[in-house]
């Protein structure tokens, strides 16, 4: 099983990186880094680089898709470079996957059109203008498409396909060696659960200084 | 503040990122990855490489170091150009941390003598034979000493310790943009809750294919 995971400026690393370390420990999953380019591709901040090992015309029929999301996302949804090659790959894959905003990709490039979907929680008014049905869930599976809410959902949603694509058993496995019981300090990650007034900051774009 | 992410051959990808992606969002953060050498570094897999931007060297006194863990953890533990590091690094630093088998390389450097530290599970009695007192707790703060257990475990450290740098209403702030809010589709994520079978296949190695 190949799986792709498109990088792009201005990625979200752990959008690629949580689902990543979950899902290429499907057995026999050969995992590539693909973008338009090879090579170091940087993340929101500047600081941190994910080198991409081939390019989007090297890989062109994986068996699973993934796309992350972050800041960069805007910048891509006119690339027909990038859309294209989202739509020639899905044609032929088994999994059509993305984490936070990657899903507005999926969806500008028509592969989210009447399907339910989710997104980061900022972004899900834009996915359903772009054709998707946005839900609020976590990880949302409508036939072979695979969404995931923000950034650390990702590890939820690689989880949650590696168990149907390699088995409960093999899913636990993997839960139990990336001790994966998570214990958040703080009950703040969804906006049901946030104080109202700092998802209002954010609604309102005056905290996103944040990054 | 200087925050310095320590990359080696055959880390995970995971206990770097995770912890990244939330204290790089700390005010004021510049965050670098360091390595012996600048440029693309690959993880335990070989399918993922980070890019390190600054040496060691380049490095010296950081005010937060994070040593994520791996596989290539175990050929560090005698490299004395990384141990001399951290000990110079730590002589300095307000926060030393770890993730996963990290531990294990502040505890070969001398910086854990007598104190309460974690690792990952399958590695807490070696983290004891080191010199620490090892814990099964999830994140254990030693005075400046933050260590976390395995692999998924830095986020829930990097939010907690991000909360004593920046305050409780900005680690939220970032728990929500980060969308933290753990739904693990199975509940396999510690030696105590996962099936003991299980438990037993690693712990005599018959599961260490998985990587």
């Excluded at 949580?18 to 500047?46: K, M």
């Excluded at 980061?120 to 599976?141: N, S």
Aim: a negative charge; proline letters at 6%; one cysteine or more.
């Amino acid at each position: 099983m190949q799986i792709a995971i498109v990088l792009f400026d201005r990625f979200t690393a752990l959008d690629a990186v949580g689902p990543y370390e979950i899902l290429s420990r499907a057995p026999g999953a050969e995992t590539v880094f693909v973008a338009e380019r090879t090579g170091a591709v940087r993340n929101d901040s500047g600081s941190l680089a994910l080198v991409a090992d081939r390019t989007l015309d090297d890989v062109p029929a994986p068996d699973l898709l993934l796309v992350p999301g972050g800041p960069g996302q805007s910048d891509q949804m006119e690339n027909e470079n990038l859309l294209g090659w989202l739509r020639a790959a899905d044609a032929t894959s088994t999994w059509t996957t993305s984490v936070c905003t990657g899903s507005l990709l999926l969806a500008a490039a028509g592969l989210l059109d009447g399907r339910r979907a989710t997104s980061h929680w900022l972004a899900l008014d834009m996915l359903g203008t772009y054709g998707a049905e946005p839900t609020g869930e976590r990880v949302v599976l409508d036939g072979k498409y695979v969404t995931a809410a923000g950034v650390s959902s990702g590890i939820d949603m690689g989880l949650t396909l590696l168990g149907r694509i390699a088995g409960d058993e093999h899913a636990r496995a993997v839960q139990l060696l990336t001790e994966y019981d998570p214990r958040p300090p703080y009950d703040a990650g969804s906006p049901e659960k946030a104080p109202a007034a700092l998802v209002e900051e954010f609604r309102t774009g005056s905290r996103f200084s944040l990054r």
